[in-house]
C-alpha cells in the first residue's frame, strides 16, 4: 500500500512495493529491491545488490571490496530515477563507483 515502509536485513532478501511514497531498505547481501509505486526511495546496502525503481523515485546503493581478508564498503551512491540517466524498471547495482544497468 501506500506509504509502506519496509526492512530486511538477510541475504539474498527479494523485496517489492507497489504503493507510493515507499521506503524499503535492505542490508543483506545479494538484496534485490524493487518499487512500482511513485516517489519511493529504495536503499540496498549489502554486497552485489540490486535495485529499481519508477521514474521520480530515488534508489541509494553500496559497493563491496575484498580487503583484509573481509568485505568492505568502498562506496555508497544515490541517484534519482529521471528515465534518462537513470532509467524506470531497469535493474542497477554500483560497479566503480557508478550505477550500472544489470543485464
Known amino acids: 500500500g501506500n506509504f509502506a515502509k519496509m526492512a530486511s536485513s538477510g541475504d539474498s532478501a527479494r523485496m ?6 515507499a521506503k524499503m531498505a535492505s542490508s543483506g547481501d545479494s538484496a534485490r529491491m524493487a518499487s512500482s509505486g511513485e516517489n519511493a526511495v529504495v536503499m540496498c546496502a549489502g554486497y552485489d545488490s540490486e535495485a529499481k525503481a519508477k521514474k521520480g523515485s530515488w534508489i541509494t546503493l553500496s559497493e563491496w571490496e575484498w580487503v583484509n581478508d573481509k568485505y568492505t564498503p568502498v ?20 560497479c566503480g563507483g557508478e ?3 544489470v543485464q
Open 16 to 21: 517489492a512495493s507497489s504503493g507510493n511514497f
Open 75 to 94: 562506496c555508497v551512491k544515490t541517484e534519482r530515477v529521471d528515465g534518462e540517466r537513470i532509467k524506470e524498471d531497469t535493474w542497477y547495482k554500483l
Open 99 to 101: 550505477f550500472v544497468e
